[in-house]
C-alpha cells in the first residue's frame, strides 16, 4: 500500500540523515562539482535497451516503463544518467520484483519508505537510476507531466537547462542536495504544465 506522509514531489529538502537512512550501502559524496553532457542521441537507444531487459525478466509485474529524467528531453543538457521509471502493483513488496532485478545486475540502493514506497536501483554496465512506484501513485503523473511539458515548451526546458546549469556551479556535498535545488524551478514549471493541462481539458469538454 501507498504512504503518502508526505506531499508529491513537492517534499522538503532532505537532511544528511535522512539520505543515509535512505540510502543502501555506501553514502558517496560528490568529488566534484555535478557535471553535466550535451544530448545525447543514444540516451533513448540505451533506455530502450535497458526496458528490453527489465521487461524480459519482470514480464506482466513490469505495468509500466518510461524513459525520465533530462536524458528523456531531445536537446537538453543532462548528467549522463538515464533516469527510468518503473511501475510496479506494490513497490513496497520487493520480493515482487527486487530479486529479479538484481539477477540481471541491478542493485538497490534508495528504499523510502515514507514517501510513496519509492525504490531506486542502479544498473549493471550503464549509468541507470530505475526508479520504482507502485501503480497509482500520483508522483507517477507528476514525473511524466513534467517530461511531456519539457519536450513540447522550449521557453520551459531552457529555463530549466540554465537553472541546473547555475546549481551545478555549486558545492554540494550530495547530488540529492542538488536534486533538492532544483525543486523550486521544478515546481514552477509544473505549476505551469497543470494550468495548461486543466485548459485543455475544458477545450475538450467545451461543446463546438
Known amino acids: 500500500m501507498l504512504n503518502e506522509t508526505k506531499p508529491p514531489g513537492n517534499r522538503p529538502p532532505l537532511t544528511e540523515e535522512q539520505i543515509r537512512t535512505h540510502t543502501i550501502g555506501a553514502l558517496k559524496p560528490l568529488s566534484g562539482r555535478v557535471l553535466f553532457a550535451d544530448y545525447d542521441p543514444q540516451w533513448p537507444v540505451l533506455f530502450e535497451r535497458e526496458a528490453g531487459r527489465i521487461q524480459a525478466v519482470l514480464g506482466r509485474r513490469a505495468l509500466r516503463i518510461e524513459h525520465t529524467g533530462s536524458t528523456s528531453v531531445p536537446g537538453l543538457v543532462a548528467r549522463p544518467i538515464i533516469d527510468m521509471l518503473l511501475v510496479v502493483t506494490d513497490s513496497a513488496n520487493e520480493e515482487g520484483y527486487a530479486r529479479d532485478l538484481e539477477a540481471v545486475g541491478y542493485v538497490l540502493r534508495i528504499r523510502e519508505v515514507d514517501w510513496f514506497e519509492h525504490r531506486m536501483f542502479n544498473g549493471p554496465d550503464t549509468e541507470i537510476n530505475l526508479h520504482v512506484f507502485s501503480s497509482g501513485c500520483p508522483e507517477i503523473d507528476r514525473i511524466l507531466m513534467f517530461r511531456d511539458w519539457l519536450r513540447s515548451n522550449a ?3 531552457d529555463l530549466y537547462a540554465r537553472s541546473k546549469l547555475a546549481l551545478g556551479q555549486q558545492e554540494w556535498k550530495y547530488v540529492q542536495n542538488y536534486a533538492d535545488a532544483k525543486t523550486l524551478v ?15 481539458e475544458t477545450n475538450a469538454l467545451s461543446p463546438n
Open 155 to 157: 521557453a520551459d526546458c
Open 186 to 200: 521544478i515546481e514552477e514549471i509544473i505549476a505551469r504544465a497543470r494550468i495548461e493541462s486543466g485548459k485543455n
